[in-house]
């Protein structure tokens, strides 16, 4: 058994290496270009698991994010016409507090809750 998980890691990691370089002592650049779109945050994009560039164009050199990789709160941010320092529920239907992950919400719209 743990003969066939090493076989089968060492398959993942072949297959990925295929496909670019893991790079883990890299950071994760927000916002990352890829096949031309942008990208704010850690993504799940023909991955299993989310992932990030560490260029902010992508090149073939990415990671697996931890916990400490997702994108963060941008501060102040501007929401319609009010700047904000912190996060906010304004906006929200469910009154949970957010943010952006940019200083210009009305224009680049990317957020997360907080
Ligand atoms: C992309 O990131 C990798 C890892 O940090 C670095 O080695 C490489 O030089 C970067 N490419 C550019 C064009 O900066």
Known sequence: MAQLVGLLWAWICLLHS???MNYEDGECVFPFQYENKMFY???KFKAKHKWCSVNATYEGYWKYC???DFAKCVFPFWYRRMIYWECTDDGHKFGKKWCSLTKNYNKDQVWKFC
């Open 18 to 20: 295929a496909v670019g």
């Open 41 to 43: 945050d850690c993504i």
């Open 66 to 68: 931890a916990r400490d």
